[in-house]
């Protein structure tokens, strides 16, 4: 079958430069009414995109066929953000916070859009790894890129002492172990006097590598960059190389297990039957989702050199699962999608802070009664290359038997 | 020896609270089959409401006989939670009825968390703790060292008369037979000519008239009510039932009464554990799980899915 590569080609640059340019009008535009309206204008293009199924089919098609060349273009794409946001700080600040979000929302998505574990404790280990570079940081000075990893280690050790309840327990259980332990981590973290009660750890100092200070304004031909841009060209590499590791583990026979396992799009005992160990799989989803989360919070506590308890609390690691379960459970580019949607649109809506939480909250409860596939449901695998023929939709989504 | 015996009857009276709340999940449990995590909202409404309605009948109609305003104010509450209740259960529960628990636990999650920041939002100044008026009288006693307040006898007995009052209608009355019924097989059930809605509907007016009286007895002891404190109750109510075993009512109460004297025992006896009781609570709770994941009295049924 002959691709008509030009087009597919174009047709990917055009959505890209219609959604960025929708993205950054969003972020630079001050007046909350004009917000709305570009909001209002991007839901009816994706509506109308949506509706008219000829033009979805080409669209997603497009991506398919070309998908290093539309990864590699909005890999420029958010190469040159800090150049384009380069007058406002504040947004690279919130836009590597955002690139954190999506790092803790794939490790939640690995445990449960893959595995199906219900982690409703992923603040704790958020925290974990935000202490552990905190306190190393601050007590013994050691370097960032360190503490980065040992944080997220940390983060792993911690996690396996829920082995044996994730081993033992299923669904709402697993759900309330995890919020048990989150709530308790929280409790002690407010009161250990040794982890700074409750103000935190204060001075944590900035990241650096190999002595150079990430504190430092960025100068390139000409051009200067604010020092935000430092943390985020190192949350995008951090973040790249996850998303792509991410997505190794999905389309490998690993990913195959893990949704073998879950109890939501595979069957356990079926599993188990051919072979799989079960157990051992759901601990490895377990503690690699950790690892993420972990590194996201050191990243994080050398980011804002601050870190204290009312970070890690029951209702934030609802916020970072609803990201995967907003975007798309087991769909990696619906939960970075949504994982940006969670940390942009708040500080956006800043005006409405009060109400935000309210709204966030219907708009959870409406995703799961009326589109439980997320924003962008999670794709087929494609084994063979003449599959790729056959148009998406003409398929059973996966999970629609949710 | 008095403090322990002062620790206990603290623990009984706020394993009443926690008995009342974790009735509520087993109840839902039970006919449901999900785990209706908004319960903890749900109290709290209960709690706000029983405020809203004080402060009225105080301030705008002047009535200043506590007896009756009580009375109002229980009765009110009760009715108007389960209301609230019923309402909740129409809007979020019948569109997952069929879902896998997960997605009805996530649901009523974030239901619950829209309940909790919309008091936030648009209750008078409602970031801040609210005083809840004492209208009970301040008496206290003391035999042979251990300490009786008027309050906590006060909802140790309507705790329990409400405990009891729950028994029965679960076991003597036709609606609670259905109640039971529904719970240990839907399908068969509603063969036999119950009416599976009206049986849910009557689960939210159940516990909705449950919660509504603990999340008063809450503030008449603790004197003050805030927006989040449905957020423990609702972890510490589905703890409770879990431990006891889900959808086993007797199990609910006992354990609501277990984590209650768990956690004032260890502020009372571990050296500086006040700050930690919720900690002790929810280590014990997870070793608990592990050991018996199926709570201390299994539900009295043929079949169970987990």
């Known amino acids: 079958m002959k691709r008509p590569l030009v087009q597919d080609l174009l047709l990917i640059l055009c959505c890209l430069a219609v959604s960025w340019a ?22 009816v293009v994706i509506y109308g995109v949506n509706r008219r199924e000829g033009v979805k089919a080409s669209i997603v098609q497009a991506f398919q066929r070309q998908s290093r060349f539309a990864f590699a273009s909005m890999l420029i794409i958010v190469l040159a953000l800090p150049f384009i946001l380069r007058s406002s700080p504040y947004w690279i600040l919130i836009l590597t916070l955002a690139i954190l979000w999506i790092i803790v929302a794939l490790g939640i998505n690995i445990q449960f859009g893959s595995a199906g574990i219900i982690n409703l404790g992923a603040a704790a280990f958020y925290g974990v790894g935000a202490y552990t570079a905190g306190m190393f940081a601050t007590k013994l000075g050691t370097p960032p890129l360190f503490n980065l990893l040992l944080g997220a280690v940390m983060s792993m050790v911690v996690g396996s002492f829920l082995f044996i309840p994730l081993l033992k327990t299923r669904s709402h259980y697993l759900a309330l172990v995890t919020i048990a332990f989150v709530m308790a981590f929280h409790n002690l973290l407010n009161n250990a006097e040794w982890l700074g009660g409750a103000q935190g750890i204060v001075g944590i100092p900035p990241m650096s590598v190999a002595g150079y200070s990430f504190i430092r304004e960025i100068k390139i031909w000409g051009l200067k960059l604010p020092s935000q841009a430092n943390f985020y060209y190192l949350a995008l590499l951090l973040g790249v190389l996850l998303v792509v590791a991410s997505w190794r583990l999905w389309n490998s026979w690993v990913g195959l297990t893990w949704n073998a396992i879950n109890e939501g799009t595979g069957d356990e005992l079926s599993a188990k039957c051919m072979g799989v160990a079960t157990g051992k799989w759901s601990m490895i989803a377990f503690t690699i989702g950790n690892f993420y989360i972990g590194l ?23 916020l970072f699962l609803s990201a995967v379960i907003l975007g798309g459970v087991d769909s990696i580019p619906g ?20 109400y935000w939480v309210m709204f ?15 924003l962008i449901p999670a794709m087929i695998r494609i084994y063979q290359r003449e599959v790729r023929a056959i148009p998406d939709s003409s398929r059973a989504p996966k999970g629609s038997n949710r | 020896m008095d403090t322990i015996l002062n620790q206990i009857i603290h623990g009984l009276m706020l394993g009443v609270m926690y008995s009342l709340v974790a009735v509520g999940f087993t109840l839902f449990f039970g006919v449901l089959n999900l785990v209706q995590f908004a319960h903890g909202e749900i109290f709290m409404v209960g709690a706000f409401l029983g405020l809203i309605i004080l402060n009225v009948l105080h301030s705008f109609l002047g009535i200043d006989n506590p007896a009756l305003l009580l009375l109002i104010c229980f009765a009110g509450s009760s009715v108007l939670t389960a209301l609230f209740g019923l309402l909740f259960g129409r809007v979020t529960i019948r569109p997952i009825k069929n879902a896998p628990p997960i997605i009805a636990l996530l649901t009523t999650l974030a239901a619950g968390i829209s309940i909790r920041f919309f008091v936030m939002a648009f209750y008078p100044a409602g970031s801040q703790p609210q005083n809840f008026p004492g209208y009970l009288p301040d008496w206290q006693t003391e035999i042979h060292g251990v300490q009786l307040r008027f309050d906590s006898l006060f909802i140790l007995v309507g705790g329990i008369l409400l405990i009891l009052g729950t028994y029965l209608f679960i076991n003597k009355t036709r609606m609670g037979i259905a109640m039971r019924a529904v719970a240990q097989d839907r399908e068969t059930a509603s063969m036999m000519g119950v009416n599976i809605n009206r049986v849910i509907d009557t689960t939210f007016v159940v516990s909705g008239i449950l919660a509504a009286c603990a999340g008063i007895f809450n503030g008449l002891y603790y004197r003050q009510v805030i927006f989040d404190m449905g957020a423990i109750y609702g972890v510490v109510g589905f703890s409770a039932a879990v431990i006891g075993g889900l959808g086993n009512i007797f199990g609910a109460i006992v354990g609501g009464f277990l984590f209650a004297l768990l956690a004032s025992f260890t502020s009372a006896f571990i050296p500086g554990g006040s700050a930690y009781r919720f900690v002790t ?14 709570g201390i009295l299994r539900a009295s049924r043929g079949k169970r899915e987990t």
Request: glycine content about 4%; charged content about 10%; hydrophobic content about 65%.
């Open chain 1, 22 to 43: 929708l993205f950054i009008a969003v972020l630079l535009i001050t007046n909350l009414y004009l917000v709305f309206a570009v909001i209002l204008l991007a839901s």
């Open chain 1, 296 to 318: 996201a919070g050191a990243f994080y506590s050398h980011m804002t050199s601050y870190v204290s308890p009312p970070d890690i609390t029951f209702y934030q690691s609802l």
């Open chain 1, 360 to 374: 966030f909250g219907i708009i959870l409860v409406l995703m799961l009664i009326l589109r439980r596939k997320g």
């Open chain 2, 281 to 294: 609570a929810f280590a014990f709770l997870i070793l608990f799980l592990v050991i018996m994941p199926k």
């Open chain 1, 335 to 354: 939960v970075c999608l949504a994982a940006v949607f969670l940390v942009v649109l708040p500080e956006k809506l800043r005006a409405f802070q009060q």
